[in-house]
């Protein structure tokens, strides 16, 4: 199995430019996790998918981020426009859903944004 | 708010002695437990978990321990390895929605 695959790995922006984001879940997990990384917050939630739909984006910082799910193989983040404090990596995860499980996710590379 | 806290962001220990890693967390109503560790250039990985009904999990070097009345959980690595060496992140989930919420995370760096 391939894992959950995220492009780019690095993004170079300058600010006020439009960036997407792409994750492709492991096939058969039904629910989609973006979160981002920082190093004075950790690893934040920004919004997760169940069955591609959105369940909880109350973690999305601003109304410059989106994010959407439009099939079980696909979800893209963009953030419009971008500014330098949105530099980050930004981690996609997938999980099947419960019965029996712990929840345990799995993580993509990450996609490491630089915004100047 | 953040719900899970990792409140040491570093960690030095040598090679063969214990790594203890803290976690506290804020809501009562967590389900399960989960600890993720992370390479550089790497996403996280999961690592060990344990549910709110027990109070210890072991797998190999690493331990789990739950104390559900203070709120507080711990990962103990014995022996440390200088393999070990890595981010660590605590998570809690909430069983009926898949949330999970992670800690800030904890730098372990074992000294050979």
């Known amino acids: 199995d391939a894992g959950v695959i995220q492009s780019p790995r690095h993004e170079v922006t300058e600010m006020g430019q439009e960036v997407t984001l792409r994750c492709k879940p492991i096939?058969?997990?039904?629910?989609l996790f973006w979160y981002r990384q920082t190093m004075m917050r950790g690893l934040e939630l920004l919004i997760y998918?169940?069955?591609?739909?959105?369940?909880?984006d109350s973690g999305m910082p601003e109304d410059r981020f989106s994010a959407k799910m439009p099939n079980a193989s696909f979800s893209n983040l963009k953030i419009q426009p971008s500014e330098p404090r949105d530099s980050a990596v930004y981690f996609c995860?997938?999980?099947?859903?419960?019965?029996?499980?712990?929840?345990?996710?799995?993580f993509g590379e990450g996609s490491r944004l630089t915004v100047l | 708010d953040q719900q899970v806290k990792q409140n040491s962001p570093s960690l030095s220990v040598q090679e063969g002695r214990i790594s203890i890693l803290n976690c506290d967390y804020t809501?009562?109503?967590?389900?399960?437990f989960l600890w993720y560790k992370k390479y550089p250039a790497e996403g996280p990985t999961f690592l060990i978990s344990?549910?709110?009904?027990?109070d210890k999990n072991e797998d190999g070097r690493f331990t789990v321990f739950l104390n559900k009345s203070a709120k507080h959980l711990s990962l103990h690595i014995v022996p440390s390895q200088p393999g070990d060496s890595a981010v660590y992140f605590c998570?809690?989930?909430?069983?009926?929605?898949?949330?999970?919420?992670f800690g800030a995370g904890t730098r372990l760096t074992v000294k050979p």
């Open positions: 998570a809690a989930l909430f069983w009926n929605n898949n949330d999970m919420r």
């Open positions: 998918f169940n069955n591609n739909v959105p369940i909880d």
């Open positions: 344990i549910s709110s009904i027990k």
């Open positions: 809501n009562s109503m967590f389900d399960y």
């Open positions: 096939s058969g997990h039904d629910y």
């Open positions: 995860a997938s999980s099947t859903g419960q019965g029996g499980n712990t929840g345990e996710l799995f």
